[in-house]
């Protein structure tokens, strides 16, 4: 085209390309070969068993994954595991991907972690096994709990002094804060065979009737509408 004395915006309108392509093209003598980078995954090869069990439990980000084959040894950057991932994923059969199961959350992990091991499913285990080898101060939390579900639900032979002043080294220190003000009542609890169930109806009406008042007011106030509801 450029033989016929064509000019480089007709070149460039024909074929769909901008003018300093063009310019560049016709200064190399022939337009540019792209060729897609191989990926060569050899650096890859010692982990690739690891990183598809970490794929199939469905753990595809790529940050994640390279800084847990980093504590394995690996010594590549972050690049060569995000290729492999694409690699791995472009040559997956499309019809049948990985699932990926939302990490639990809220009360759902709170159940987790406070059920009994013998009544956890294997997902569950390997899950929990995880999470508290990346957090160990959860770990520390967790089994605080559960020897304070222990001691009042099995009666165990603990000191109640003892578990608080463990639970003080521990993130909930501020719950044993709460127990530690309210003791009288936790080890009334504990030593006498009172309840408060036979008034939780009237103790669930009176939260309302307070709720209902925003604050604005003080006890007269108070005292004054749950009396005049109990005649209501």
Known sequence: MRAKRQTINRIAQTIGAERKTVRRWLRQG???TWQRR??????????????????????HNAARLHGE?????????YGSVRDWIVSRRSSADACHPVPAKPMPMGRNLARMLTTESDNRSEKEVLFIQRL???????????AWV??????????TQASLEKLLEEGKKTPLSRFV??????????????????????????ISRLKMIKHTMFGRAGFKLLRARVLHAKCA
Not at 132 to 142: H, R
Not at 178 to 200: C, F, I, M
């Open 30 to 32: 022939h337009p540019s």
């Open 38 to 59: 191989i990926f060569r995954p050899g650096i890859m090869v010692p982990y690739a068993a690891y990183l598809d069990q970490r794929l199939m439990e469905g753990c």
């Open 69 to 77: 084959i980093m504590a394995m040894g690996f010594s590549g950057r």
């Open 132 to 142: 508290m080898t990346a957090a160990p101060m959860l770990a520390q939390a967790t």
């Open 146 to 155: 559960r020897n304070m579900q222990d001691f009042f639900t099995k009666k």
């Open 177 to 202: 804060n709460g127990l530690r003000r309210d003791l009288s009542a936790v080890q009334a609890a504990l030593h006498t065979p009172w309840t408060t169930n036979p008034v939780e109806g009237q």
